[in-house]
């Protein structure tokens, strides 16, 4: 049976996951029995459409975005269609939410995700936005239903940090973890490295499609803040929030800087860095100057990479993407495969 996707945003990773999809129709199928149909896609700006009865093709989708720029071209389309529409209306067995991040409220996504809910709607989302801000409330209200809530994308991208901490790890005795959990800063820090100026470095990262839709969140450690609140939360089952959180962005950092760290022998990189012993989690995110021995200095460009200490392995490090389209796009399929295997 195929399985019904509807999606809430088409910008960087609802192109990832939408190209990843057509690309792997096939594999997707042979080798893990997933198939699925499109039946809806809310865009902001990028027009909108609803296909329950037949579901879209991910080939008309492409087709549509990359000869005109927008959905407008599909069966179904619909500039006048909301997202509650598609939530609603559409059929769907699984919502993945990539509505742009608001790390102040988490709306609208919050009310979309609990929407989702109320139909029935298993939910996968990347957006920092409601798991920073309501993870606790989300994942009971999502258990009280026996649906699944899964955030992996939300942290690293398609770099399996969630299910690593909270699976892989569990019983090892996380104790804190210090990440560079920004793919943004940290893709700028290695421009400037190589002499790049620090607004040029953050243009290519938006061409590239790692910066937030607005920048400062990158910036200024609010993004990163985020992951390290999404993560402590996840781990200890504290609420902290991002006002919890000490945090220092990049800036006023300048070339000088940079080198300066150079010459003693050093790389500035922005470090998430959080204590899990007590019943508070602390955490605090800024540039860090890092001895070129640490794990965490060889990470550069939009690379991320997370070091957890735990009482029985010591310290275990995972690298990985941290952002981009496809990149992330690959955690919503990863979450969408696991939803399949508990369910199939
Ligand atoms: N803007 C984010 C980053 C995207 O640069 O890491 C991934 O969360």
Do not use: W
Not at 83 to 93: F, K, L, P
Not at 157 to 169: D, F, K, R, Y
Not at 226 to 242: M, Y
């Amino acid at each position: 049976m195929k399985i019904k996707i509807a999606m809430i945003g088409f910008g960087n990773v609802g192109q990832g996951i939408t190209r990843i999809l057509h690309a792997e129709r096939q594999t997707l199928l042979i080798d893990h029995g997933f198939d699925f149909e499109i039946v809806g896609i809310f865009g902001r700006s990028k027009g909108s459409v609803l296909a329950a009865e037949k579901g879209t093709d991910t080939s008309q989708v492409l087709k549509s975005f990359d000869s005109q720029g927008d959905l407008l071209a599909l069966d179904g389309a619909d500039s006048e269609l909301t997202a509650m529409d598609i939530i609603e209306r559409s059929g769907a067995d699984i919502l993945l939410e990539m509505s742009p991040t608001d790390l102040e409220t988490g709306q609208p996504a919050i009310d979309y995700i609990k929407a989702a809910f109320k139909q029935n709607v298993h939910v996968v989302t990347c957006n920092k936005g409601p798991v920073a801000l309501a993870m606790h409330e989300l994942l009971e209200l999502a258990e009280e239903k026996e649906l699944q809530f899964l955030f992996e994308g939300s942290v690293m991208a398609g770099s399996p940090v969630i299910n690593l901490a909270t699976q892989n790890l569990a019983g090892a005795g996380i104790t804190s973890f210090k990440g560079i959990l920004n793919g943004t800063t940290n893709f700028i820090l290695t421009r400037m490295k190589q002499g790049a100026d620090y607004q040029a470095a953050l243009a290519e990262a938006k061409d590239l499609g790692y910066a937030e839709a607005d920048p400062t969140n990158d910036v200024e450690g609010y993004d990163a803040a985020a992951k390290g609140v999404i993560l402590s939360n996840l781990l200890t089952g504290a609420e902290t929030t991002l006002n919890d959180v000490a945090c220092t962005g990049i800036s006023h950092l300048t070339i000088e800087d940079i080198e300066s760290a150079r010459e003693k022998g050093q790389i500035i990189k922005v470090l998430v860095e959080a204590d899990l012993c007590e019943a508070m989690p602390e955490i605090s995110v800024g540039p860090v100057h890092l001895p070129l021995d640490d794990p965490l200095a060889a990470i550069n460009g939009a690379m991320n990479a997370i070091t957890f200490e735990t009482k029985i392995l010591g310290p275990v490090t995972i690298s990985g993407p941290g952002a981009g389209r496809e990149e992330t796009g690959f955690a919503m399929l990863a979450d969408m495969l696991q939803i399949h295997k508990m369910n199939g």
